[in-house]
């Protein structure tokens, strides 16, 4: 088959593998339909994911069909039309029984990171039962294609904020993340997203697909002033930085109200300063992490219930002999580019 490797020195090679076979009972083999390159895709090749091995196969942001399962694979069946969670997790450990998966004990980033990923033809998951989730029959792989990563991690974000029925939420950042937080903090009950970037085009995404109320240019005007001017002088009930630099960092608890949450699904390159005096009497909140990726069964019942879509982040569908390319064109993100799909 063919799969998509990644060098030491940060090339990538469409090379030929044997397709992968079943190692352990929890395993089951997929073969991939439709997968899409993340962000962190990029890390890995630019050498900032230390536990990432060179000559895997990337990817972890996929839906396919399951050709085979393991002997202890309870819930799946060859033919199953399934959606990938990206982190590998047991369902069993003390962290996973609390839903935090992010930190399971003998799960985490694995798949595309230290055992081959999902830009190939077919690729091993483990710990399936967990892993994987049954799209529902009116869902399409196109439907489902984020809701292991994307869409979860702007789940994740909206879920930080713990919005109640009218808040006001801002997310910094329009990216796929932050889309994706604005339209689970609306079906979350919030009364008003304000959704903050410095690039028109992504701005213009959130608006005119109506995932926010208001959209502010951070570039060009003062963010805190509008956000204060709509909010009785209070600032936002919540706010999901998914934005990922010092300026947003900032600008996260600045415009937070009094007792706020700040949920930070961001992931920045450096250190940043939480200014305690600066905020004293503030009595803000602050939620940080990678995202525990536990909600997919609900998430699709969302989508085939028409009441989240995440379709309008594809910007561009490429085959998988053309996936080279489509590393250079995501990594490049001009005119408005959120997502690419990959297909078979
Ligand atoms: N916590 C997790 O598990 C998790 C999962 C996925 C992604 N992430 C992180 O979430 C963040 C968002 O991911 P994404 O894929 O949407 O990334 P992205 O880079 O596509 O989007 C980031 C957005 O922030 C905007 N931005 C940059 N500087 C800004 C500024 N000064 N003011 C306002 N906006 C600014 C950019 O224009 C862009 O639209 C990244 O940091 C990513 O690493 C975290
Ligand atoms: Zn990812
Ligand atoms: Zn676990």
Not at 85 to 102: A, D, H, L
Not at 132 to 149: I, M, Q, R, S
Not at 157 to 175: F, H, L, P, R, W
Request: hydrophobic content about 40%.
């Amino acid at each position: 088959m063919k799969a998509l490797i990644w060098n030491k020195d940060g090339t990538l090679e469409l090379v030929d593998k044997p397709i992968p076979q079943i190692t352990d009972p929890n395993d089951a083999i997929v073969k991939v339909t439709m997968s899409s390159i993340c962000t962190s895709d990029l890390h890995i090749i630019s050498g900032c994911v230390p536990k990432a091995i060179p000559g895997t196969v990337l990817g972890h942001e996929f839906v396919g069909e399951v050709v085979e399962t393991g002997s202890a694979v309870k819930n799946l069946k060859a033919g199953d039309r399934v959606s990938a969670n990206c982190e590998t997790f047991c369902g069993e450990c003390f962290f996973c029984k609390r839903g935090y998966i992010n930190n399971c004990i003998n799960g985490g980033w694995k798949l595309g990171c230290s055992i081959d990923g999902c830009q190939a033809e077919y690729v091993r998951v483990p710990y399936a039962n967990t892993g994987l989730t049954k799209l529902p029959e009116n869902v399409t792989y196109k439907n489902a294609l984020f809701v292991g990563d994307i869409l979860a991690s702007g789940y994740f974000g909206a879920e930080m904020c713990e919005v109640k029925k009218g808040d006001t939420i801002a997310v910094i950042g329009a990216g796929p993340v932050g889309l994706c937080a604005m339209q689970c903090a609306k079906l979350m009950g919030a009364g008003k997203i304000i959704a903050i970037d410095i690039d028109e085009n992504r701005l213009k995404i959130a608006k005119d697909n109506g995932l926010c109320d208001v959209i502010i240019n951070s570039s060009l005007h003062n963010t805190l002033d509008i956000v204060l001017s709509m909010t009785d002088n209070r600032g936002a009930d919540g706010v999901v930085e998914a934005a990922g630099t010092k300026d947003t960092f900032r600008l996260s608890w600045e415009i937070a109200r009094p007792n706020a949450i700040v949920g930070i699904v961001a992931m920045y390159e450096e250190s940043q300063i939480l200014p305690l005096p600066d905020m004293y009497g503030k009595n803000l909140t602050f939620k940080t992490g990678g995202v525990d990726a536990v909600h997919s069964r609900k998430l699709l019942e969302y989508i085939s219930d028409d009441r989240l879509n995440t379709d309008f982040l594809i910007s561009k569908e490429m085959k998988l002999s053309e996936i080279k390319d489509a590393y250079k064109i995501f990594a490049n993100k001009g005119n408005g580019l959120l997502k690419i799909a990959i297909t078979d």
